[in-house]
């Protein structure tokens, strides 16, 4: 049975199981105040996305100024505690990895969407960290601080040093609220500014709260230049938003409208026709080659940019949602193994650091040159792992990352575009290899918008923080057995001809 038979019968199987839930009507009146409110969901999504069971507590060590760890992890989140799920699945032993992480709250980060859509309250994206971390793992509650790669030592925020034979970096981005004037401020006073935000668990409730008491005026949405967590995330809160609208009639009343730096609707041309489509069937306004570059809260104004002259403009709004700034945390990018941009810089393809041999990263705070995703991590944990046990062994990387990633954008509460890709922004689509109609992923449906809110993160907690998801091979672990195997010969072949060329030099 192939990888996407395999998922689309069990897509379908959490769908029927949940059906009384699905066919519940999307939209209920609140009696109290007469407008469309969409209840929080908790029992059913319980149910279906909660681990099947909770691991043991991670080993906390928080005593010593310095240890020593075979396998240092930096970071606790999806990347982080994913591949050292993946790590002990392959016979390592968890006593030797040390995951290096300050919150003590996991985050399911993709749900915070459907949080500030009124869907999910933010405590269903939420497990403690001590029962994700894996079993036995050492759990360093700290922040690192700095890298010296030269040396295989970390130093932490609290003075703490820590030293390595292999690194992995999964630090995630950093949000940079402070980049954009007034913009903290009027998150901090969402109430009276109308500012929010998704990109933070609190802020994503506000969204909630604004976007109910929205009923007319300008909603405007915004993205910035800079790299995000999933590319085509800052879109699905306003397409919700619309739908939301629409729901309790006073969309007329509500002009929307996106900005963004970029020139079309999105990076992959397959999906951006459907965005396209949806923009115009649907009186949304996209504001191309505009980035936001202030917020005056008390005013509800904000000033935007044009990126080909530079000149400026403001705004007035009754909803701003903002998408901050994003970049790599900033112990990184003045480290030696940041790129220019500040990624650390890693083989495309090996995930291997393009300088320091024992050092590894993925996800959001690595240079691989594709959208950042929960997805894509899925694809490059299997890869990273396979090629870090085999330079522990003396051997030569030979796993290949395609780039593979999925942002699923959700265009409504009853639908959603099933984005999937590769490098150079090649689609490849799990669900449309199935000869089903309601499984073209070129067109928004409401079962992928199921899968989305209920498979996805029952997959996420129960498989892939297991270390049992491989990317878009889904439950089947990749094969790297041949590629193994040629390269292991390419090099017996070198040490040979080494050999033979030595002892004709003797003869000589």
Not at 30 to 43: E, L
Not at 228 to 253: E, F, H, S, T
Not at 388 to 395: A, N
Not at 440 to 453: A, C, E, H, I, T
Request: include cysteine; charged fraction near 20%.
């Amino acid at each position: 049975m192939k990888g996407s038979d395999v998922l689309g019968f069990f897509s379908v199987f959490l769908v029927a199981h949940n059906a009384a839930a699905f066919l519940r009507p999307p939209c209920l009146k609140d009696a109290s105040h007469g407008r469309g409110t969409y209840p929080h969901q908790r029992s059913v999504f319980t149910l279906v996305a909660s681990p099947l069971s909770a691991t043991s507590t991670a080993n906390d060590i928080n005593s010593g100024p310095t240890s020593h760890h075979k396998i240092l992890i930096l970071g606790g989140g999806t990347g982080g505690c994913g591949s050292a799920a993946h790590l002990i699945n392959e016979g390592m032993q968890a006593a030797d990895i040390c995951i290096v992480e300050p919150a003590s709250t996991h985050y399911y980060q993709p749900l915070w969407t459907l949080v500030g859509a009124g869907i999910f309250d933010r405590a269903t994206s939420a497990r403690p960290m001590s029962d994700i971390i894996p079993k036995g793992v050492a759990w360093a509650r700290d922040a690192a601080s700095k890298i010296d790669p030269e040396i295989n030592t970390v130093q932490c925020a609290s003075g703490r040093q820590l030293t390595y034979d292999y690194l992995i970096v999964a630090t995630g981005l950093q949000c940079d609220w402070d980049k954009i004037p007034g913009l903290q401020d009027a998150l901090h006073n969402s109430e009276t500014s109308h500012v929010c935000s998704n990109y933070h668990p609190e802020y994503a409730e506000n969204t909630w709260r604004v976007l109910r008491g929205l009923s007319e005026g300008s909603a405007l949405f915004t993205q910035p230049p800079s790299p995000v967590k999933c590319g085509g995330a800052p879109q699905k809160i306003m397409w919700l938003a619309d739908d939301y609208l629409r729901r309790n009639n006073r969309r007329n009343a509500v002009d929307i409208n996106f900005f963004m730096p970029q020139k079309v609707y999105f990076g992959v041309p397959r999906y951006a026709e459907v965005l396209e489509s949806e923009s115009k069937a649907r009186g949304v306004g996209f504001v191309f080659e505009t980035l936001l570059v202030g917020v005056n809260g008390e005013r509800r104004e904000a000033t935007f940019q044009r990126v080909k002259d530079g000149s400026e403009y403001t705004l007035p709004y009754a909803m701003l949602h903002v998408t901050p700034p994003m970049s790599a945390p900033d112990f990184l990018k003045t480290s030696p193994l940041a790129d220019p941009k500040g990624f650390v810089e890693v083989d495309k393809y090996t995930t291997q650091h393009v300088r320091y041999p024992n050092v590894f990263a993925l996800g959001d705070s690595s240079s691989l040159p594709t959208s950042k995703t929960m997805a894509a991590i899925t694809g490059q944990a299997p890869v990273l792992v396979h090629n870090l046990l085999r330079v522990m062994r003396g051997k030569r990387a030979t796993a290949t990352y395609d780039g593979f990633t999925s942002c699923p954008i959700v265009l409504g509460y009853d639908k959603l575009l099933m984005t999937e890709f590769v490098y150079d922004c090649v689609p490849q689509e799990t669900f449309t290899k199935i000869p089903l109609p309601f499984l073209d992923q070129g067109k928004p449906s409401f079962f992928f918008f199921l899968v989305k809110k209920y498979v996805f993160p029952f997959v996420y907690w129960n498989l892939f923080m297991k270390g049992r998801w491989y990317g878009s091979r889904l439950i089947f672990k990749p094969d790297y057995s041949e590629a193994d195997r040629r390269a292991d010969m390419e090099e017996e072949s070198k040490d040979v001809k080494g050999m033979a060329d030595a002892q004709a030099g003797k003869r000589a």
